[in-house]
């Protein structure tokens, strides 16, 4: 990188009042960042996390069914992105909540979790039906990230109206103070203004810089790392960089954490961008990659078992019905294979023990009532890196 002046791209501090106590506020320039990014240094990475990108998106070429992946995917995603928050849930126990069948899971975690999916989904929705990636849309994702649960009572779908702090137990020993609320709004606008600004900047750096302004912003009460992650992989949808919200970070960030709140710092008190995105890059080509190998082999652990399946003869069909239903749900009970396969419980009862025959399933709990059976090859693949680290 030239040894260019970065004082342009460093915020200031503001003092503020709050919680009884004076406490310095960081202000962010606006973007983008001034001098311009450094784009020979990134171009190799730029390249690399663009080509593992495109991959990722041929994946759908290659699965017979990519919303199957998806489905479980953007799960696997929730589950992370809210245990980086403290959350401590499992896919399992979010699966079972799902479908109404979780006696003594965590209530509060999961919830957490599956709000996610579902301000993911309303995000996705609106960018397909033309509607813009915008404020408007973050706030309505954000009232739902927040509709139950713990962040509840923090003002779902509204800019915060008071200070927030992160770390710490006041203000005034916290790690970092964001802006003070009455420059929310404005920062939020430039932001957006950013994000449909017609430059010469690849979308992939204008997501990850977007996405550490806004955790700079900190514009909600409640919930902001959780919706600035889902900030990356909504951007590049709406630019087409990606077909299907295949990109999740919350694993590389999980795995890295401390690393990247040094980063997130380096800009803040530094403005070194090119440092950050070098780390951002290098996330997404890692985390493509990832997605790309655990598809195939999803889709292999499919296909292994559908032959094995088709062994059965006369049994074949109600079993292939079953597995067909947990190749979406990898976790379920026998009422649920009856609702969702429409059958009689000993049907469904008989394809599944044909199923554990194969050892396609397990039964889970070893009890003889509230059997549950899972999917284990496919869990296991879909549950790497969901253990505390």
């Known amino acids: 990188m030239p040894d260019l002046d970065l004082t342009p791209r460093i915020g200031r501090y503001i003092t503020t009042t709050t919680a009884s106590e004076a406490v310095k506020a960081y202000i962010p320039p606006n973007l983008p960042p001034v001098p311009r990014i450094d784009m020979q240094s990134l171009s190799n990475l730029v390249s690399d996390a663009m080509l593992a990108l495109g991959r990722l998106d041929g994946v759908r070429s290659v699965a017979p069914d990519t919303s199957l992946f998806l489905y479980m995917y953007v799960r696997k995603e929730a589950l992370l992105s809210s245990q980086i928050e403290g959350t401590q849930s499992s896919l399992s126990d979010l699966l079972l909540y799902e479908n109404e069948q979780a006696p003594g899971a965590p209530t509060d975690d999961v919830e957490e979790v599956s709000t996610y999916v579902a301000a993911l989904d309303h995000g996705l929705k609106r960018l397909e039906g ?7 849309l973050m706030r309505e994702m954000h009232g739902i990230l927040l509709s139950t649960g713990r962040g509840s009572t923090k003002l779902p779908g509204e800019f915060r109206q008071s200070q927030n702090w992160i770390g710490g137990t006041r203000p005034g020993n916290a790690i970092f103070v964001p802006p003070p609320p009455g420059s929310v709004l404005d920062l939020m ?22 996405h550490l302004q806004f955790e700079t912003i900190h514009p909600f009460l409640d919930g902001n790392g959780r ?33 990247y709140y040094q980063l997130l710092n380096e800009v803040r008190d530094h403005g070194r961008w090119e440092v950050w995105l070098e780390f951002f890059l290098t996330g997404v080509k890692e985390v493509a990659e990832q997605a790309n190998g655990a598809a195939r082999r999803i889709t292999k ?27 979406q749900r990898p976790v379920v009970t026998v009422a649920l294979v009856m609702e969702l396969c429409d059958t009689t419980a000993p049907t469904a009862t008989n394809a599944l023990y044909n199923l554990i025959d194969l050892k396609v399933v397990k039964e889970v709990t070893g009890k003889e009532r509230g059997r549950v059976f899972a999917y284990t090859k496919y869990l296991e693949v879909l549950d790497e890196g969901t253990g505390s680290i």
Not at 196 to 208: C, E, F, M, R, Y
Request: charged share 30%; hydrophobic share 45%; net charge negative.
């Open 130 to 136: 033309g509607f813009p990636l915008s404020m408007r």
């Open 189 to 210: 606008t430039d932001l957006e203004s950013f994000l449909h600004a017609d430059d010469d900047l690849p979308a992939i750096v204008k997501a990850g810089i977007a």
């Open 227 to 259: 919706l600035g992650r889902l900030l990356i992989t909504l951007y590049l949808c709406s630019e087409g960089i990606l077909e299907e919200p295949l990109l999740y970070l919350s694993l590389y960030l999980k795995t890295h954490r401390t690393i």
């Open 301 to 327: 652990i499919f296909e292994d078992d559908s032959e094995k399946i088709s062994k059965l003869k006369r049994a074949a069909d109600s079993a292939r019905k079953v597995h067909d239903v947990m190749r």
